[in-house]
């Protein structure tokens, strides 16, 4: 059976559904390993499961010829270099879902506090103030959330909201299927001059940097909020300063910073650091136990998917092809240089054996091609070779 190696600290969720799947070789390991410990330790792995602290670039790569599948238990996948793990015919996958609601909620929260005026009452209570006055404090119900991007997480801030009682609008520059009773806007200009509170979960590239401008920010009212907990320079940090120290806005709640620190030991910077009226927490939108818990089934179940069926769908750098039942008594999985006539002289291969082909599915993506060959007969060790042989072979397994 597959050996699997599982390093810092991943959530036991990850283990238990992969020892429910039949994987009983699990290595695991507390924290990331460098270069040469990590060669080490993955020698006769077949698939690893990292976090963001360790690195696998194209030299670990080279080194580890036996690994077959990539698994980052987070969101982002910048610790690996996907190129080259593609061209080593390595899938890599990871959890981009599992913490949309954990980010959903926190914008619940805030929506909720920043109208009722609380972070503002809250620190002057720690200051020693009684500030007991309705000035200013709204219920949230009826009000208007203007939502920006409404992909996985802002269409799921959409649903909550109206479940206690907010108007949904929302503005994304792709045409979205609204939910529930919520509305799509023409432009982001109309969506933030009506809504209540703004948030934004729009991705990071640089269509969104510095997409909430000083001249967007004036059109809101001076009553609304703005909360962002998508990526840290999509709004520009020193206009929103300055709207919130001339009244212009009511309040802002904060998740992500042009510039994060990266460790405890760094100091946060922020021009808004003074301001009771603002909501600061350090990158902890998508950061509960629950999401911890959920990356570690989602990426388990996306390897042990590819370990037994070959299944590729949500790779992050590979060919995808969804799950697929082996109802046959051999499964091909082979990975190649896309170049004409691989398929050719790999069923032509399979015909000189005498197998029949019962089903194969081909996905290509730039220079990989990926295709499963399900047979109704047994594989010789001959043809395992000579399908391995062929020029254009990257990996081939037999499941
Ligand atoms: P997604 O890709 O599902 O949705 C993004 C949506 O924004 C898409 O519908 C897209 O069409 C739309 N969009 C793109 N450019 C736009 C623009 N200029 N104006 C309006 N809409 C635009 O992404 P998902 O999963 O909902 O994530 C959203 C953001 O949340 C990302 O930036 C992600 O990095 C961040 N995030 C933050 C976390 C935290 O801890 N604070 C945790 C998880 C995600």
């Given amino acids: 059976m597959a050996k699997i190696v599982l390093l810092e600290k991943i959530h036991a969720s990850a283990s238990e559904l992969l020892k429910a799947e039949g994987f009983d070789n699990i290595v695991q390991l507390p924290t990331a390993l460098k270069a040469d410990d990590l060669k080490a330790a993955l020698a006769d792995a077949d698939a690893v499961g990292i976090r963001s602290a360790t690195h696998i670039m194209a030299d670990a790569l080279n080194g580890l010829p036996g690994l077959k599948a990539i698994g980052c238990f987070c969101i982002g996948t910048n610790q690996v270099d996907l190129t080259a793990a593609a061209s080593h015919g390595v899938p890599v996958f990871n959890a981009p879902f599992s913490n949309t609601r954990s980010v959903a909620e926190l914008v619940i929260a805030q929506a909720i506090l920043l109208l009722r005026r609380i972070p503002e009452k809250n620190a002057r209570a720690h200051r020693g103030t009684w500030e007991k006055s309705a000035l200013g404090a709204y219920e949230v119900r009826n009000k208007t959330l203007g939502i920006i991007g409404y992909g996985n ?14 108007r949904v609008h929302y503005y994304d520059i792709e045409s979205k299927l609204p939910l529930g009773n919520a509305r799509p806007e023409a432009s982001l200009e109309a969506l933030m001059s009506k809504a209540d509170v703004v948030t934004l979960h729009v991705p990071g590239h640089k269509s969104t940097v510095n997409l909430i401008t000083a001249d967007r920010l004036a059109l809101m009212k001076p009553t609304a909020v703005l909360i962002n907990a998508s990526r840290g320079n999509v709004v520009d940090i ?5 709207s919130l120290r001339e009244k212009r806005l009511a309040g802002a709640a904060l998740d992500v910073f042009p510039v994060e620190p990266r460790n405890d ?18 990158h902890i939108g998508g950061s509960t136990e629950e999401a911890q818990e959920n990356i570690g089934r989602e990426v388990a179940q996306k390897l042990a998917r590819y370990l037994k069926a070959g299944t590729t769908r949500f790779a992050v750098n590979f060919p995808e092809i969804p799950y697929l039942e082996k109802e046959t008594k051999s499964r091909v999985l082979h990975i190649h240089r896309n170049e ?12 000189q054996a005498g197998l029949n082909i019962v089903a194969q599915h081909l996905q290509t993506r730039g220079p990989i091609g990926y295709v499963i060959t399900d047979v109704d007969d047994g594989i010789s060790s001959q043809l395992l070779q000579k399908l391995r042989g062929e020029p254009a072979t990257i990996r081939c397994e037999l499941i």
């Fill in 340 to 351: 004409p006539g691989v398929i050719a002289r790999m069923n032509a291969d399979f015909a």
């Fill in 238 to 242: 020193d206009a929103l300063n300055t």
């Fill in 153 to 166: 997480i802002g269409a799921q801030v959409g649903i909550l909201a109206e479940a206690v009682g907010m």
């Fill in 265 to 282: 030991k760094e100091e946060f910077v922020s021009p808004l650091r003074d301001l009771d009226n603002v909501i600061l927490t350090p």
